[in-house]
């Protein structure tokens, strides 16, 4: 016994030296392989910002991103898309075109990017057809859902679960919902008018994102599974429900599992939240199931198609009785989470957007309020009343879907990502024709707000003119062609864009007639005890002139300070 201790000792300490060396070998043998992949690319004649062999272009990414020189240092990762397009000279100073295809050699952080910043070579791999979701998208959510949510499919499992949930988002559908949108519209605006002071007095400060994530969130679990789950009229921290457990999970994703983010990827306190998270989920969508299941043929519980009555149809259908166990219950569950994932966070940002772009812009939301008395008559609680009688007025509001637009143009939320293969090089890069860029074994990064800030594709590009969306063809403020990325393009753009642009239209109906929103930075910073030096430069609090910008979170960026607003009522 007492030999056999000091023999294992030295077994097991032989094995770990065996396994650090191997790891170590691959470490290097890894480093040096994506890094010469860089060097072949530029190589072969393709753009390159200048790439060290020792760092790749993590440079770069520590430059534009992580402690970016006069921008605050939370801002999101995004928006570095676009100051790469801007100061394209200095980041590629042997070009002669800005390349709308860029490298990044991010190892060993993250895997090797191509930004597409060019919407007709965007459409190679987002419509002709489109590209395989890449794996890092399917970490992001698999904690919650598995990867069988529609976000995360690929293929025919893709195909069948898209075209079960598409009813659901018809014109039609849209419509047949609005009403308990309207309800949920009611709350929202009943909480931010009790914020406002008395006889037309700024009332105190609040924070606007919160509330509007809360009205998403009980939409979209009506979309969903037909029923609210009263985020809204919940008080904060009363209870640990559906919305804190989403909430909790989504600040749990780990998009890119590497050397550094592994011990936060298998710390137990985070899969102990992140089963926790799941649990309180599944049990709370399980009795909807449930019920959905014991439906008689042609029964709905609900007004509207919701996507659980979707989910299960296939199986109503069949002779047998729906088998809800198994792969096939997970992948209901999922699909539900999935959606409601998707569906919230999104839209709420987007809304505050289009608050914050407005009170910026006193010209444009006095032009929206005229067309809202016009549609709806002078008084504003006739509003509800007159959509009511005729729902589909909400579509018959041109200014106001343009203001909904140009939000998403200047403020998109998240962006997405493809897979790169072998099969797809692209190709006809303005700039660059007759080259062919590789993909394979790369993230092809959407370029989003990059594509809808580039001026040669949206003159007056950095102005909020929601004109241009009913500009016509011929105008020079038309359009660009497939140039509103926010949905992303093509057959897997956002399933929901026509309810999220209802949502956020009837939002500014509902708000802009009845209250007026101020961002009071200053008194908040006071609030917050923030220090008047860090306010004027030690730290950066502005993004381009804006005290309002986008920050990085581990889903979809935030907007900062959750959106700090006094509110008072129009008179
Ligand atoms: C302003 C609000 C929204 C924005 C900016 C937005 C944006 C996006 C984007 C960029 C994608 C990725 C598309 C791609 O990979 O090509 C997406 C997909 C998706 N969105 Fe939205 N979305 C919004 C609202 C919603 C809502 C309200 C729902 C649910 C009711 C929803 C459900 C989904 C789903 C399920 C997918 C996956 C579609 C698929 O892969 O087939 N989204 N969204």
């Not at 794996?135 to 949510?149: C, E, G």
């Not at 893709?158 to 039609?172: G, I, L, Q, T, V």
């Not at 998403?408 to 939320?413: D, E, F, G, I």
Request: hydrophobic letters at 40%; proline letters at 7%.
């Amino acid at each position: 016994m007492d030999a056999a201790l000091p023999r294992l000792r030295e077994l097991l300490l032989q094995l770990l030296m065996g396994a650090s060396i191997t790891g170590l070998a691959y470490f290097f043998y890894r480093w040096y392989t994506v890094r010469m992949k860089f060097r072949r690319l530029k190589a072969m004649g393709l753009p390159m910002m200048p790439h060290s062999m020792l760092w790749g272009h993590l440079g770069k990414l520590f430059e534009l991103a992580i402690n970016p020189k006069g921008l605050p240092d939370d801002m999101a990762i995004n928006y570095m898309q676009w100051h790469l397009v801007r100061d394209w000279k200095r980041h590629f100073p042997d070009e002669e075109h800005c390349p709308h295809v860029i490298y990044m050699d991010w190892w060993p952080l993250s895997v090797s990017y191509v930004l597409v910043t060019d919407p007709a070579v965007a459409s190679q791999y987002m419509q002709h057809p489109s590209a395989p979701k890449i794996i890092a998208d399917k970490n992001f959510v698999y904690p919650f859902t598995r990867n069988l949510d529609l976000i995360s499919m690929d293929g025919d499992e893709w195909k069948e679960w898209r075209a079960r949930a598409n009813p659901c988002f018809s014109a039609r559908n849209i419509l047949a919902q609005l009403p308990e949108i309207i309800e949920e519209m009611q709350i929202f605006v009943g909480l931010i008018k009790d914020r406002a002071g008395k006889n037309g007095a700024w009332g105190d400060i609040f924070q606007l994102e919160e509330l509007a994530l809360n009205l998403t969130f009980d939409i979209v679990c009506r979309t969903t599974v037909g029923a609210s789950f009263g985020a809204q009229v919940t008080p904060k921290g009363s209870q640990w429900g559906m919305r804190e457990a989403f909430e909790d999970v989504s600040q749990l994703f780990i998009f890119d599992v590497n050397m550094f983010s592994v011990w936060s990827y298998i710390s137990p306190i985070r899969n102990y939240r992140l089963w926790r998270g799941r649990r309180i989920a599944d049990r709370t969508l399980m009795p909807f199931i449930e019920r959905q299941a014991k439906l008689a043929r042609g029964e709905e519980p609900s007004p509207h198609k919701t996507i659980i009555e979707t989910a299960l149809k296939h199986d109503k259908r069949s002779a047998q009785p729906p088998k809800l166990v198994g792969r096939h219950l997970e992948t209901v569950l999922a699909q539900l989470k999935g959606f409601i994932f998707a569906g919230h966070d999104t839209t709420a940002t987007s809304l505050c957007w289009a608050i914050h772009a407005l009170q910026k812009h006193p010209e444009a939301l006095e032009k929206m309020r005229a067309e809202h008395d016009a549609v709806f008559g002078p008084d504003p609680r006739m509003a509800v009343q007159r959509l009511h009688q005729d729902p589909a007025l909400i579509n018959s509001l041109p200014y106001t879907t343009g203001v909904v637009k140009e939000t998403l143009r200047l403020y998109p939320s998240v962006v997405t990502s493809r897979k790169g293969s072998k099969d797809l090089n692209l190709v006809n890069v303005p700039g660059y024709e007759g080259l062919s860029f590789p993909t394979e074994g790369m993230m092809l990064w959407d370029g989003a707000q990059a594509i809808q800030m580039r001026e040669d594709l949206w003159p007056r590009a950095a102005e909020f003119v929601p004109e241009r969306w009913s500009a016509p063809a011929g105008d020079p403020l038309y359009p660009p062609k497939d140039g509103l990325h926010t949905f992303s393009a093509g057959p897997r753009s956002c399933i929901a864009k026509d309810l999220a642009m209802t949502e956020m239209k009837l939002g500014l109906v509902m708000l802009s007639r009845e209250v007026d929103f101020t961002e009071p930075w200053d008194e908040w910073d006071r609030q917050q005890g923030r220090m008047s030096e860090d306010t004027k430069g030690a730290v950066v609090r502005e993004y381009e002139g804006d005290r309002l910008y986008q920050v990085r979170t581990p889903t979809v960026p935030r907007l900062k300070d959750g959106v700090p607003v006094k509110v008072r009522l129009r008179q």
